[in-house]
């Protein structure tokens, strides 16, 4: 069982914005650097996000990283039906995974 | 193009053995952590075990302690996971990944591993 929390699911329609929080302690996420992953069915994860809030090359500027004290949010703007997956926050605290989002678009 | 890919799933009896292979190309292997992250069907990611560039330091999730170890060669660029007395909770798909700045920046197409009577 993970010991960061996601909502299970956000949708919102094409061209509008979601947010995904991932809340952890003081032990994970507030002593440590966050990662965003983003997993289509049947396939690997993918890193969307390292370092809190920096993007790896190739990854568009519509995906968003920060962190505030124990939580961590990625944001998505301009939602496409491209972006239907699951995303899964991580932190190192030996490495630990959060629960996991839908995103649906609507 | 950097490339893992992760093999020697399969269907194995509960309390048996299973090897895991990783081969990794176009990058130095040898400078790089290395993981291994699993998948249970329909579950979340779970990290269970990461090795050192030498391999001199390895680290495990507590569930997999005394049963799963983790090892490289890097003459092969190739990462391991000898896994024993499997259990049915140890059903999922292996990925492994390469660690880089805090985070797993490449990732296998991942193995998997069935533990059923």
């Known amino acids: 069982q993970s010991v960061l929390t996601q909502p299970p699911s956000v949708s919102a329609a094409p061209g509008q914005m979601v947010t995904i929080s991932c809340s952890g302690s003081?032990?994970?996420?507030?002593?440590?650097?966050v990662s965003w992953y983003q997993q289509f069915p049947g396939t690997a994860p993918k890193l969307l996000i390292y370092d809190n809030n920096k993007r790896p090359s190739g990854i568009p500027d519509r995906f968003s990283g920060s962190k505030s004290g124990t939580s961590a949010t990625l944001g998505i703007t301009g939602l496409q039906t491209g972006d239907e997956a699951d995303y899964y926050c991580?932190?190192?605290?030996?490495?630990?995974f959060g629960t996991g989002t839908k995103v649906t678009v609507l | 193009e950097v490339q893992l890919v992760d093999s020697g799933g399969g269907l194995v009896q509960p309390g048996g053995s299973l090897r895991l292979s990783c081969e990794a190309s176009a990058f130095t292997f040898s400078q790089y952590w290395m993981s291994w992250v699993r998948q249970a069907p329909g579950k979340g990611l779970e990290w269970v075990a990461n090795i050192k560039p030498d391999g001199s330091d390895k680290n495990y999730v507590d569930s997999v302690k005394g049963r799963f170890t983790i090892s490289r060669d890097n003459a092969k660029n190739s990462l391991y996971l000898q896994m024993n007395s499997l259990r049915v909770e140890d059903t999922a798909v292996y990925y492994c990944?390469?660690?880089?700045?805090?985070?797993?920046?490449?990732w296998g197409q991942g193995t998997l591993v069935t533990v059923s009577s």
């Open positions: 003081s032990s994970n996420i507030g002593n440590s650097h």
């Open positions: 990944g390469r660690e880089s700045a805090w985070a797993f920046d490449y």
């Open positions: 991580g932190t190192w605290n030996g490495m630990v």
